[in-house]
């Protein structure tokens, strides 16, 4: 005790019982990292993923190019982060197997309606359709990401043929509707086409087993 003054409390032994990072850092770091993946969606969907850069997504962001490079590493690593991808098919995919085509269809489709032609993966596809090398293989990792996801919840034979075609699938409905947006699938509601998909991709994730033995 000091003279004339209150005990002072015991200092905590040094790495414990105290939190050295200020909250408001902790806080601000977030909001940067939020505030460059929105502008890293702008300039994707404005411009493609080719001319797509650091010092372009960082001043729309108000930060310095090292604060995005300290974030992200490298260009691939902050579009990768940027693009929604298979992070959220774990919640899609639980559940009962029957009920699983309609979730599949469902959440993709309300996903694209809710973004449309604004949705990053939107511009990475167009990207990788005319061969951008990097968007082509950031693309490809995204695909075999979800693929693994499928791949772990469906039964029977073929997997890999039958992950491979759902994937296809919805590649075909988000360049028809999402990039083209032409023809009746570009004006038809999204409940209809909640509907097709799910009958499109329910032999799929659900094959009979009388398909590969024929019926008698």
């Given at each position: 005790m000091a003279d004339g003054g209150a005990p002072s409390e015991p200092e905590p032994a040094?790495?414990?019982?105290?939190?050295?990072?200020?909250p408001r850092r902790r806080r601000?770091?977030?909001?940067?990292?939020?505030?460059i993946?929105?502008?890293?969606r702008a300039e994707l969907h404005e411009h493609g993923y080719s001319k797509t850069t650091?010092?372009?997504?960082?001043?729309?962001?108000?930060?310095?190019?090292?604060?995005?490079?300290r974030h992200f590493?490298?260009?691939e690593g902050l579009l990768s982060a940027a693009i929604p991808g298979p992070r959220d098919l774990d919640v899609v995919l639980a559940g009962d197997s029957a009920g699983l085509p309609e979730r599949i269809a469902r959440a993709f489709v309300e996903r694209m309606e809710m973004a449309g032609s604004l949705d990053p993966m939107v511009a990475l596809i167009r990207s990788?359709?005319?061969?951008e090398p990097t968007a082509t293989r950031l693309y490809t990792s995204m695909q075999e990401q979800s693929a693994a996801a499928y791949r772990a919840v469906l039964a029977g034979p073929d997997i890999d043929e039958r992950v491979d075609l759902l994937g296809a699938v919805l590649l075909g409905v988000t360049f028809s509707r999402y990039v083209v947006r032409a023809g009746p699938l570009a004006t038809m509601s999204s409940q209809t086409v909640i509907q097709?998909?799910?009958?499109?991709?329910?032999?799929?994730?659900?094959?009979?087993?009388s398909s590969r033995t024929g019926e008698h």
């Open positions: 040094p790495g414990q019982g105290r939190d050295t990072t200020p601000d770091r977030a909001a940067s990292q939020e505030a993946l929105e502008a890293a650091i010092r372009a997504v960082a001043a729309r962001a108000g930060v310095t190019h090292g604060l995005v490079m590493g490298s260009k990788a359709a005319v061969n097709h998909l799910t009958g499109l991709l329910r032999p799929i994730v659900q094959p009979r087993s």
